[in-house]
């Protein structure tokens, strides 16, 4: 899965730290997640849908498998 999160952040100019605590999370997991090691729960990628006024799915798509 990859996201977009960083990006995201720089527009509304703010830091690992401030998105987590708007969030409910740690700042290590904002940092997870923006390298691609962590996938949120559908909780938290509704929370983060909300934060940026964005669909989820403009925030995390997918990545093509070849399953």
């Known amino acids: ?3 977009n ?3 995201l952040r720089a527009i509304k100019n ?3 730290e401030e998105l987590a605590k708007h969030i409910g999370v740690s700042r ?3 940092n997870a997640m ?4 962590y996938v ?3 909780v ?3 929370k983060l849908g909300r934060f940026f006024e964005k669909p989820v799915e403009e925030i995390f798509s997918l990545e093509d498998t070849d399953d």
């Open 28 to 30: 290590q997991t904002i």
């Open 1 to 3: 899965m990859t996201n």
């Open 14 to 16: 703010i830091s690992q």
């Open 44 to 46: 938290l990628a509704l």
């Open 5 to 7: 999160l960083k990006v």
């Open 40 to 42: 949120p729960s559908t």
């Open 34 to 37: 923006e390298k691609g090691k």
